[in-house]
């Protein structure tokens, strides 16, 4: 960790672009300078095609942990908008040195909540959010890429990230982009190895970092779909998905809104007019696939993990389902 790998490595967290035909390489970018908290690239990109201002791009999107999508032509690594080189916080472990910069791009918007504020913290009640605040004062916080450190540092999106190996999914037709998210902070600390266990000086362990009363600590909805236009670039709606209520402080608290669930969730684009989605989404477990009358619809198909281990039992959600997860491809 600290001090072993230069915080100028130009190839390390790199997105390659090569020639199949020949394995040569065409372009690359960095996407992450001298990582310090697992924020590899989790998902296959996606291949689209899109207009911007009048424009046609041979485009590839990348949604990362970071809860960034960086778009760039696929044919030149020219990025689509421009991507800023920002100043972030130091480390202040004895040894490290952190990279001054990280590449934060214009366009898309980010996709979740990046770094720790009060006002993003769960607020379901005055007592609730004062709980919150009191939980993020125990570690070291701010904003997005604050390094690691021997207090603790609560790190937003988490090491599972914000996208993560869900990916996204893309209608061509429309150029959206549909993209799985979830609110999970963790402690991510540092310090130095016992008798044998390590050559380095620092090695590193994190842990998820729950809320007051059993509840999230970040305010919902704690996991979503986000639909992005890739022709603009410009976030086009976001829906939570999952039933907060089954988590048993929401019960408690009496609470019946769609607040989403803390975990991932996959987004299909397609065309049948059925789609499919778990318990944790749907209390129906006797649904079966059951065709539209009439021309099918285009879909959003959603698809929700039970654990990061153990997919939940799939089912399958008829028409006359509540349509919060099939969502309609028109936007009108």
Not at 174 to 201: C, D, I, K, Q, W
Request: proline residues 10%; charged residues 20%; aromatic residues 8%.
């Amino acid at each position: 960790m600290a001090a072993i790998v230069p915080a100028t490595a130009s190839m390390a967290t790199v997105w390659s672009v090569s020639k199949a035909a020949t394995g040569r390489k065409v372009w690359h970018y960095q996407l992450i300078h001298h990582g310090l908290w697992d924020y590899d690239t989790p998902a296959a990109p996606n291949l689209i095609d899109i207009n911007v201002d009048g424009k046609p791009i041979k485009a590839v999107a990348q949604v990362t942990k970071q809860a960034f999508v960086y778009v760039f032509d696929r044919v030149t690594g020219k990025p689509v908008w421009l991507i800023e080189e920002q100043p972030v916080p130091a480390s202040n472990v004895p040894g490290e040195s952190a990279s001054k910069t990280q590449p934060f791009p214009t366009k898309p918007a980010p996709i979740d909540i990046q770094g720790v504020r009060n006002e993003d913290l769960i607020d379901l009640t005055p007592e609730i959010h004062k709980e919150a605040i009191d939980i993020i004062a125990k570690y070291d916080h701010g904003p997005l890429f604050t390094p690691p450190s021997e207090r603790g540092t609560i790190q937003l999106p988490g090491v599972a990230g914000s996208g993560n190996w869900a990916g996204a999914a893309i209608d061509p037709e429309t150029a959206m982009l549909y993209v799985g998210t979830y609110r999970l902070p963790f402690v991510v600390s540092v310090r130095a190895p016992r008798s044998g266990e390590s050559s380095y000086n620092f090695i590193g362990e994190f842990r998820y970092l729950s809320g007051p009363r059993g509840l999230p600590l970040l305010k919902p909805p704690f996991g979503g779909i986000v639909a992005i236009d890739m022709n603009s670039g410009e976030h086009r709606w976001r829906i939570p998905v999952g039933r907060g209520e089954l988590i048993p402080a929401i019960q408690q608290l009496g609470i019946r809104e769609r607040l989403g669930f803390p975990t991932r969730s996959w987004a299909l684009s397609q065309k049948p007019s059925w789609s499919s989605c778990s318990p944790a989404i749907s209390a129906r477990r006797d649904c079966r696939p059951e065709a539209r009358a009439g021309s099918p619809i285009s879909t959003i198909s959603i698809r929700i993990c039970g654990s990061t281990t153990r997919p939940a039992a799939r089912c399958w959600r008829r028409s006359r389902c509540r349509p919060t997860l099939s969502v309609r491809r028109s936007l009108t």
